[in-house]
């Protein structure tokens, strides 16, 4: 099961912030929260990850509570094209063996023209 | 383009064909993925291969058979299929380095229709 909790589904308006937010309460201290986006059948595309601090790309910024219980993915400036489904996953640091992903339902963000 | 293809982007095939779906990664990564995603369900990890060796096997029924010949090249052998095996069929590979996080890069997904 994944381990995160995300609302199903969300707007913007093009030009605004998106922020989509993600619970994560039973996070452990060696994981880390990962962002991915799908655009309508194409295959995910990684978008930004962070253990404890706030971290920001090209792409966006990753917001995590202090508590690592909870964080936000800020999209600054949505465009149409960032109109997908947006999965928030927690995985750990492996030793050695390649890294699970459990893909939740996502939030299919829908930014309006 | 994200450095990971795969082969064919579109298969239709009937309940007693065997085929095989072929991923490349050009990447120099070291492990390498399948996924499947059905309509309206999250993607499920299927197989995980680390330096060319199977590390994880999701409980995948035995009708889907993997194949790592080398680091950039991944296949997944079909055969007697059942018609809930249709779905969106996608690779990744990423590169693991212990202790260190990567990301994993996926490719279009191959779209599987079982007649």
């Known amino acids: 099961d994944a381990k995160t909790t995300q609302p199903p589904s969300m707007d913007c308006a093009e030009g605004r912030a998106a922020n989509l937010p993600c619970n994560h309460s039973?996070?452990?201290?060696?994981?880390?929260v990962y962002w991915y986006r799908q655009i309508h059948s194409q295959g995910p595309q990684y978008i930004i990850h962070?253990?404890?601090n706030n971290e920001t790309n090209e792409m966006a910024s990753l917001i995590i509570t202090e508590d690592r219980k909870s964080s936000t993915l800020i999209l600054p400036h949505a465009t149409l094209r960032d109109t997908a489904v947006y999965y928030c996953?927690?995985?750990?640091?492996?030793?050695?063996?390649?890294?699970?992903?459990?893909f939740g339902s996502g939030t299919q963000l829908t930014v309006l023209p | 383009e994200t450095g990971v293809t795969q082969t064919p982007r579109h298969l239709v095939m009937g309940m007693t064909n065997k085929k095989s779906l072929k991923c490349e990664q050009h990447l120099g990564h070291n492990a390498m993925y399948w996924y499947k995603q059905s309509a309206k369900k999250p993607l499920e990890l299927m197989f995980v291969y680390n330096f060319k060796e199977q590390t994880e096997n999701n409980s995948v029924p035995s009708r889907f058979s993997p194949e790592c010949p080398n680091s950039s090249h991944l296949f997944l052998h079909l055969h007697t299929l059942q018609p809930e095996d249709s779905a969106l069929y996608l690779c990744?590979?990423?590169?693991?380095?212990?202790?260190?996080?990567?990301?994993?890069?996926f490719g279009p997904g191959t779209r599987l229709t079982v007649l």
């Open positions: 039973t996070i452990s201290g060696n994981e880390y």
């Open positions: 996953i927690v995985a750990g640091i492996s030793s050695g063996s390649a890294r699970q992903l459990t």
């Open positions: 962070g253990l404890k």
């Open positions: 990744a590979s990423s590169q693991e380095n212990l202790g260190l996080v990567d990301e994993q890069f």
